[in-house]
């Protein structure tokens, strides 16, 4: 999906990947099989966010890597489908193509998961210089934390002259971690606690904790900065403000992508001049919708569907 000039309004860079989601039906019995239910969708933190916008209705190309493998292809198919533009997305064999694999508890909660995104590597800094013109003419370009440092470094300068604002999605801890030298370069981050503690050093195990840690990261040169807390809600900062947001209760059927929703909806709604406490609770209403879908991102997703039930 692009414009009638054929640019897309958001470029989004980092992992596609296929997901792998198990669960026990019952207690677990270590050191042997355990009847559960896996479940497979097509993932991966950029690729999510990606697909979220595009079904929200925004222009959005898509820079990532592929093997034409199974996964591979699987990933291409469904992300095309979402309407999001492939067109400009690196194939190569080097390495299979990305793959997440989680354990959730019988209550659906994530216990552990593994992320194999070393074909990330492949997204070098010569890659992004020979799409530099699809992201100076982008309106924002997110970046997730999975892209290699001095790739992300090159993609900064590119749009730091642009004038372009770029987000950050943080994926994971470790990811996270590797990129606080740069926190401070990103007009948008979304991270979770855990997360949102690599980038700063900051505690964060609670509201109050998380709102400090959000003025941390406005104080390092970030325009916006939402944390979130799970079940508690979430927490953001900007340089004039800073606030609060409730979670909204509901059935959790699958967590995984419910960050990346909320992410591209923040997105959307700023790129639509919604002032940024309503985009963040647009942004906690999209990862409501998806937390009730078993599907990494919410197929009927809809700006009418946010507003149905947006917090007040």
Known sequence: MTNSNGTAEVVVVGAACLDVKGRPLGDIVAGTSNPGVVQISVGGGARNVAENLARLGTPTALLSVICQDDFGRTIM?????????????????????????????????????????????ALTPEYISDHASLLEQARMVVIDANVPLTTAETLLSICRAAEVPVALEPVAYAPALRYRPLAGAFYLMTPNAVEAQALTGLP???????????????????????????????????????????????????????GDALTAAVVYALLNDIPVDEAVRLGVSAASLTLASNDTVRQDLSLESLYAQLVI
């Open 77 to 121: 198919r469904q992300t095309e489908r979402a309407g999001v533009d492939t067109d400009h997305m690196l194939i190569s064999c080097e390495q299979h193509s990305a793959a997440y694999m989680a354990l959730q508890s019988a209550e659906r909660a994530l216990l552990v998961a593994l992320d194999d995104t070393t074909a990330i590597s």
């Open 204 to 258: 964060v195990a609670n509201m109050a904790q998380g709102s400090l840690a959000a003025k941390q990261l406005v104080a390092a040169g970030v325009q916006i900065a939402i944390i979130t807390l799970g079940h508690d809600g979430l927490v953001y900062a900007t340089p004039e403000a800073s606030g609060y947001v409730p979670s909204i209760e509901g059935e959790i059927v699958d967590p995984t992508g419910a």
